[in-house]
């Protein structure tokens, strides 16, 4: 018995860490935290969405058992309000409109009765108030002396549907609460930004002659053509320094995937399977991973770039047709039931190159578009549901889903 | 068609300053958040033909006419239907390759032809183009096998983009998965 107990703790240290094994961190455990709204200007509509707003941040950074009470308080207060004297941490803020109509917030955080940390805000149109709420979360987390949740303040870039061949690429936060259409007109699919710093984006273009791949810098509008294929054209990944592309083309009708040096504009295939091979994804730089129909179905393989060594990557799922990677993290979507007669239920996985791990990430609907943040802390999707959509956000290392109700219309692809 | 960017954004729409640490200072700074500024853009390039050089000295045909002769000609081809995640043509699509074929052939002998790959709702982003893709180079490989040039079919995917039927109904569903045949000059 101790030789088994001992067996396990050594295997719980030896996994600790690894994303694929859920973490259950019991919500009791958390400290509680309230939110006191101490606003002078607005109505009551805008004061409940800020708030509406921040609870959700708060509870997206998964550090505290956050009270949902809409309470009001002076911020002048030296004590918090009598309802909250027992909570471990209370965030007092007041919105105030200035003479520019412009929006600003000051926000106090108190432990035990005491101010911890305060900061203001400022944002000259109040109706990007949620990149406020973001800004206040990111910096509690950062207070907390927490890993960092910089990807809350990354933007999330998509493609939707608007018509039969017509669609718009939107510029939205994570959240996407808050949408900015930045091309609109014709059949515009597959953004992707280009860099890190999301200061431009490539996207496919359906109407011209050919498909063609365009590159849009955000700050001038300047617009690029890149390269065109016959049949088909996507840029599914971008390498770290921006400098690589992996491309899905389909220069002989046959859907594969390039890889394309943006100096020197030369490509070169990867793959040369005769059915469908797409969404390449680097992983580290001498391997990529990818969905491909060699087994008959959509799959997830991966394919090492010297030697060109194919290997399957999953081994569970009738139907693996997207995926997303990330470090040695993989993220897939998997169709768990074959019917081309009613609704289908596609979940999201998550597997490690280096366990044989699989972590179910979703639980009912279908599920898409699996993105994971830059530093791999959080993955990004879009759930449907009972004819609801939604954003989801999946925070790993906590083991928690968060959704954001969505009123989008149809997405088509998504990058974060 | 064309496509507008609408307008630069969001760069820097975040710029942090003011540092926190754990004890109690209140920090003074007040940050800076700009707003969007939607500012009007150039337009996607476009070409413009001229007067002179978009007119076509010919006494048979001009423009507009061909135009209309081509729409004439393309509903007379069928449309191509497949099967659940399935791109190979089916038994009984195949009388419909063959008329499209014959079509091509003759009729529309003139024309190019463009076969345009279409998906039902399930399946993700890129596989759904690739399957939409593999779909029309099946009817491709058919046409080219029953006699038409292979330089004059040229391709492309609408994936999911494009249905002509939105309801979520297997019939609807049905309808989707399909490759329409365009004419082109």
């Known amino acids: 018995m101790k030789i088994f107990f001992s067996l396990f703790i050594l295997i719980s240290l030896a996994f600790a860490g690894d994303a694929t094994i859920e973490v259950v961190k019991k919500a009791d455990s958390l400290p509680s935290l309230a939110v006191e709204d101490a606003s002078v200007s607005y109505d009551n509509t805008f004061k409940l969405r800020f708030f509406k707003a921040l609870v959700a941040d708060l509870n997206v950074i998964s550090l505290f058992n956050v009270d949902r009470h809409h309470r009001f308080a002076d911020f002048d207060d030296t004590n918090v309000l009598v309802a909250n004297k027992d909570m471990n941490y209370v965030l007092r803020y007041k919105l105030s409109e200035d003479d520019n109509k412009a929006l600003n917030i000051e926000m106090t955080l108190f432990h035990q009765n005491e101010v911890v940390f305060s900061k203001r805000y400022r944002v000259n149109n109040k109706n990007i108030y949620m990149f406020i709420s973001h800004a206040i979360a990111y910096d509690i987390n950062e207070f907390m002396g927490e890993p960092s949740v910089g990807w809350m303040k990354r933007k999330v870039i998509f493609s939707r549907i608007v018509a039969p061949k017509k669609s718009e690429i939107i510029i939205a936060d994570y959240t996407l609460s808050y949408q900015h259409v930045i091309i609109s007109g014709g059949l515009n699919i597959f953004p992707k930004w280009a860099n890190k710093a999301q200061t431009a984006f490539y996207y496919t273009s359906l109407d011209s002659f050919e498909p063609t791949l365009k590159y849009v810098d955000i700050k001038t509008a300047k617009v690029k053509n890149i390269i065109s294929s016959d049949g088909m054209m996507v840029c599914s990944d971008v390498s770290e320094d921006g400098k690589k592309l992996l491309l899905t083309m389909a220069r002989t009708g046959q859907p594969d995937i390039y890889l394309y040096n943006t100096e020197t504009k030369k490509y070169k295939r990867i793959t040369t399977y005769s059915g469908i091979d797409v969404n390449g994804q680097f992983m580290g730089d001498d391997k990529i991973i990818f969905i491909s129909s060699r087994l008959g179905y959509p799959n997830v393989f991966s394919k090492r770039l010297d030697n060109g060594l194919v290997e399957q990557l999953v081994y569970y799922g009738k139907a693996n047709s997207s995926c997303s990677a990330q470090g040695h993290y993989v993220v897939y979507e998997a169709r768990e039931s074959s019917n081309a007669f009613s609704a289908n239920t596609f979940n999201l996985h998550l597997i490690s190159t280096e366990t044989d791990f699989i972590r179910r990430l979703t639980a009912t609907g279908v599920n898409e578009f699996p993105r994971f943040s830059k530093d791999g802390d959080a993955i990004i999707f879009i759930k449907n549901y009972k004819s609801q959509s939604a954003i989801g956000i999946i925070r790993l290392m906590h083991n928690k889903n968060y959704l954001f109700p969505l009123k989008s219309g149809k997405i088509q692809s998504m990058d974060w | ?185």
């Not at chain 2, 135009?67 to 449309?79: C, D, M, Q, R, V």
């Not at chain 2, 009388?95 to 709702?121: M, Q, R």
């Not at chain 2, 893709?133 to 999911?160: H, P, T």
Request: charged share 25%; with cysteine; aromatic share 8%.
């Open chain 2, 1 to 185: 068609m064309k496509s507008i960017v609408l307008s630069s954004v969001v760069a820097a729409l975040l710029v942090f300053s003011g540092c926190s640490t754990k004890e109690p200072a209140v920090d003074t700074k007040t940050e800076e958040v700009t707003a969007p500024v939607a500012q009007e853009v150039q337009e996607v390039m476009t070409e413009t033909v001229t007067g002179e050089n978009a007119q076509i000295s010919s006494s048979t045909n001009n423009i507009g006419s061909n135009e209309l002769n081509a729409n004439a000609i393309e509903s007379k081809f069928p449309t191509v239907y497949f099967d659940f995640d399935k791109y190979n043509i089916r038994p009984d699509m195949q009388e419909k390759v063959d008329t499209a074929a014959e079509l091509g052939k003759t009729t529309a002998k003139s024309f190019n032809i463009k076969l345009e790959g279409n998906c039902d709702e399930w399946g993700s982003d890129e596989y759904n183009f690739a399957l939409g893709l593999r779909r029309a180079n099946s009817v491709k490989k058919a046409l080219v096998a029953d006699g038409v040039d292979a330089s004059r079919i040229s391709m492309v995917s609408y994936g999911e983009s494009n249905p002509v039927c939105t309801e979520h109904t297997r019939e609807c569903w049905a309808k989707n998965r399909r490759v329409n045949f365009k004419l082109l000059p």
